[in-house]
């Protein structure tokens, strides 16, 4: 058997390959070769794409675990604000619905519109021009929030102007909160915002019930506000999609002159 095959090798090693031949076969084995890695960056890839999906699929479920939210109607009804309720089903209402996620809450700001509110001034009831947000927060993980829990507070601010001169308590806020499924609404009013509506304005919420202040934000040269990179409660900064073309400077700078 051995003899067999040392004469086939010898049989083998005497044929002549062409220089043709051998460039061929080297090309076959290099295109084979590329073709078995490309082969394998595509599981790869697969693979990739499938872990991927799986990471979206989980976040996807955490967000959408929580419970569907009241409506702005519906938390002004439980207030019995039956002609905010009707506001905020009106045209001029805007649908903001939107979330910012915060260590572990998830903080929402559902919608806002300008509305009348009968005010006593002075023993007299007269319309003042106000303007209404709902806002909800949550826990992320489904922990019901009760009313043992830390409050938070929701303070309008204006680009370019003091924080502690523009704030919640210069614009007379008023509110009320509930709970629903373990999630907590807020009904805020304040003066008309729209006076201001050439600038940006924002709502800050955070934990507590402190008044603004350098302490918690900063403002750049340009106007800017931010929380400051030292403060370490639970925030989140909205931007109101305010129309610029409702601004009215002469009420901005009455208010200015009144309050601040």
């Given at each position: 058997?051995?003899?067999?095959?040392?004469?086939?090798?010898?049989?083998?090693?005497?044929?002549?390959?062409?220089?043709?031949?051998?460039?061929?076969?080297?090309?076959?084995?290099?295109?084979?070769?590329?073709?078995?890695?490309?082969?394998?960056?595509?599981?790869?890839?697969?693979?990739?794409?499938?872990?991927?999906?799986?990471?979206?699929?989980?976040?996807?479920?955490?967000?959408?675990?929580?419970p569907l939210l009241m409506s702005p109607k519906e938390v002004a009804?439980?207030?019995?604000?039956?002609?905010?309720?009707?506001?905020?089903?009106?045209?001029?209402?805007?649908?903001?619905?939107?979330?910012?996620?915060?260590?572990?809450?998830?903080?929402?700001?559902q919608a806002m519109v300008d509305g009348e509110k009968l005010v006593?001034?002075?023993?007299?009831?007269?319309?003042?021009?106000?303007?209404?947000?709902?806002?909800?927060?949550?826990?992320?993980?489904?922990?019901?929030?009760?009313?043992?829990?830390?409050?938070?507070?929701?303070?309008?601010?204006?680009?370019?102007?003091?924080?502690?001169?523009?704030?919640?308590?210069?614009?007379?806020?008023?509110?009320?909160?509930?709970?629903?499924?373990?999630?907590?609404?807020?009904?805020?009013?304040?003066?008309?915002?729209?006076?201001?509506?050439?600038?940006?304005?924002?709502?800050?919420?955070?934990?507590?019930?402190?008044?603004?202040?350098?302490?918690?934000?900063?403002?750049?040269?340009?106007?800017?506000?931010?929380?400051?990179?030292?403060?370490?409660?639970?925030?989140?900064?909205?931007?109101?999609?305010?129309?610029?073309?409702?601004?009215?400077?002469?009420?901005?700078?009455?208010?200015?002159?009144?309050?601040?």
């Open positions: 058997m051995d003899r067999k095959i040392a004469e086939y090798k010898q049989q083998i090693e005497k044929i002549a390959f062409s220089e043709s031949f051998l460039r061929d076969t080297t090309e076959l084995m290099r295109t084979a070769k590329e073709r078995e890695n490309n082969m394998m960056n595509k599981k790869k890839t697969i693979k990739t794409a499938i872990a991927l999906a799986a990471i979206i699929a989980l976040l996807t479920t955490t967000v959408f675990a929580l009804e439980r207030f019995e604000e039956n002609t905010v309720a009707s506001a905020f089903e009106s045209e001029g209402a805007v649908q903001i619905n939107e979330s910012i996620v915060t260590d572990e809450y998830c903080i929402t700001l006593c001034i002075d023993g007299e009831w007269l319309n003042e021009d106000r303007s209404y947000m709902v806002f909800s927060i949550a826990r992320t993980d489904g922990t019901p929030i009760t009313i043992d829990d830390e409050l938070f507070m929701l303070s309008p601010l204006v680009a370019g102007y003091d924080v502690w001169k523009v704030n919640a308590w210069s614009l007379e806020a008023s509110g009320h909160y509930t709970h629903e499924n373990g999630i907590r609404y807020y009904l805020f009013d304040y003066a008309n915002l729209e006076m201001f509506a050439d600038r940006t304005v924002y709502l800050a919420a955070y934990e507590g019930s402190l008044a603004p202040s350098p302490d918690i934000f900063t403002m750049d040269e340009a106007g800017n506000i931010d929380y400051r990179d030292d403060y370490t409660g639970i925030r989140a900064m909205f931007k109101l999609p305010l129309d610029p073309e409702k601004a009215d400077p002469e009420a901005a700078a009455k208010f200015l002159e009144e309050y601040c």
